[in-house]
């Protein structure tokens, strides 16, 4: 199959499969499509009635009661760090695997009826069993959960082109997986198991990835309408993104039959890889998985020991201070080094190390950086009170800010606290 007729079946002939809809291909798309919003109604329902509940869970764990206004926002953390274009694609995958795990015998019958109705000269049904085609589902679990856990840790660091890369990737990772989610039915039902799917995928991208593409588009622009709303919560977003897309998989369940007509005589063709490589590709897979998931866990970790210093105690000496300043000409005239040291006698009451690596402020007025401070790390083990000695050294460039008239005006300062190395936790104590 070329990359003519891969562009051809996925853009064209897949869509107008449509017309071949029956009686009784219409009345399974009916039933997949009344018991998929049964079943995301319901797991909406129950995160909708109870997402206060898991919120205060969650901050509960993390913070004090009197810092849950502040915390709010270190509890959004793992989610405010990804662009909005990863989390809706995240939102999307999750709503098709979630539809693949508890709709997959549904959607079994649908694409076989529908495979009856438009007459497709496929060969022998050879449908595995119920428990092997549930089997076969997690393994694409398993799939989105490492291609997801790598997709976060990436769009975790604040760089331009770990932005880019992560929303490139997902992007792409929708798209696949939409394909293979929708064409593999036909394939399975003729005796195809997912690892010889996947080997003709890989040779031929461009067709489960098109496909996946014209089905999604629609959804993904919806999520940039309600991802604009700022009043709706994460949940209520998905929530809306799930039931739509539930719309966009009925319909295309049959397209995707069709497709899977046109790649049955290759697969036929192509030898299963050998039963070796199949367990080391599942068996790389699973190892990357629990790496990425450690880190995620050690970064949660380290998100904890800072939360602690929400809670600690402290008592600023003053009679410790000292600094050193630049000259005035210095400061107007470009950028200028000062530094001032202060000892905090520190109190950590909790039942946690306190850890703060390396970290730095940010000053800033009208998205122009006046000056970059940089804060000295430390350790404080739980239940000791222990004197520190606080180095500040900024880097300031007050040529950058404002005419007179508007010094007062729109200034900023963040503190971007290192969790991780190269990850930072930006968090706001001075907005405009």
């Known amino acids: 199959m070329t990359l003519i007729q891969q562009l051809k079946t996925a853009i064209i002939e897949a869509p107008l499969s449509l017309i071949k809809l029956r009686h009784a291909s219409l009345k399974w798309m009916g039933i997949?499509?009344?018991?998929?919003?049964?079943?995301?109604?319901?797991?909406?329902?129950?995160?909708?009635?109870?997402?206060?509940?898991?919120?205060n869970a969650f901050l509960d764990y993390f913070f004090p009661q009197s810092w849950h206004e502040i915390s709010e926002t270190l509890a959004d953390f793992l989610f405010e760090s990804q662009t909005k274009t990863v989390v809706g694609n995240m939102i999307l995958a999750g709503s098709l695997v979630m539809a693949s795990i508890f709709l997959f015998p549904i959607k079994e019958k649908y694409s076989a009826e529908f495979e009856k109705d438009a007459k497709y000269q496929n060969g022998k049904v050879e449908e595995f069993s119920l428990i092997y085609q549930a089997w076969e589902e997690s393994k694409l679990f398993l799939v989105y959960l490492t291609a997801q856990s790598l997709i976060l840790w990436i769009g975790y660091y604040p760089y331009q082109w770990t932005t880019w890369l992560s929303i490139g990737l997902s992007y792409l990772?929708?798209?696949?997986?939409?394909?293979?989610?929708?064409?593999?039915?036909?394939?399975?039902?003729?005796?195809?198991?997912?690892?010889?799917?996947?080997?003709?995928?890989?040779?031929?991208?461009?067709?489960?990835?098109?496909?996946?593409?014209?089905?999604?588009?629609?959804?993904?622009?919806?999520?940039?309408?309600?991802f604009s709303y700022e009043e709706l919560t994460l949940i209520e977003v998905a929530s809306i993104l799930f039931l739509t897309n539930i719309i966009f998989l009925t319909i295309a369940i049959p397209c995707g039959t069709l497709i899977a007509s046109r790649l049955l005589p290759i697969i036929l063709q192509t030898l299963p890889p050998k039963r070796k490589s199949v367990i080391w590709g599942y068996s790389i897979m699973s190892a990357t998985l629990v790496f990425f998931l450690t880190l995620h866990t050690q970064l949660i970790v380290s998100l904890h020991h800072k939360s602690q210093l929400l809670k600690a105690e402290y008592d600023i000496d003053w009679s410790s201070m000292d600094f050193k300043l630049p000259s005035f000409s210095q400061l107007t005239n470009g950028k200028a080094l000062s530094n001032i040291s202060f000892d905090i006698v520190i109190n950590n009451p909790t039942e946690f190390d306190i850890i703060i690596e390396d970290s730095q402020i940010f000053v800033e007025q009208k998205d122009a950086t006046i000056a970059v401070i940089d804060l000295n790390g430390f350790e404080l083990p739980t239940g000791e009170n222990r004197r520190i000695t606080i180095n500040l050294d900024s880097n300031s460039d007050l040529s950058k800010v404002s005419k007179f008239t508007e010094l007062l005006d729109d200034w900023r300062v963040d503190i971007h606290l290192q969790v991780w190395p190269g990850i930072p936790f930006v968090f706001n104590i001075v907005e405009p």
Request: proline share 5%.
């Open 173 to 226: 990772f929708l798209f696949f997986t939409f394909g293979l989610d929708l064409i593999s039915p036909t394939l399975q039902r003729h005796r195809t198991d997912y690892s010889v799917i996947l080997k003709v995928f890989f040779k031929k991208p461009i067709l489960p990835v098109m496909f996946g593409l014209i089905f999604s588009i629609p959804v993904i622009l919806l999520s940039k309408l309600v």
């Open 32 to 55: 997949y499509s009344l018991s998929g919003i049964i079943i995301f109604s319901l797991f909406i329902w129950l995160m909708l009635s109870n997402q206060e509940f898991i919120k």
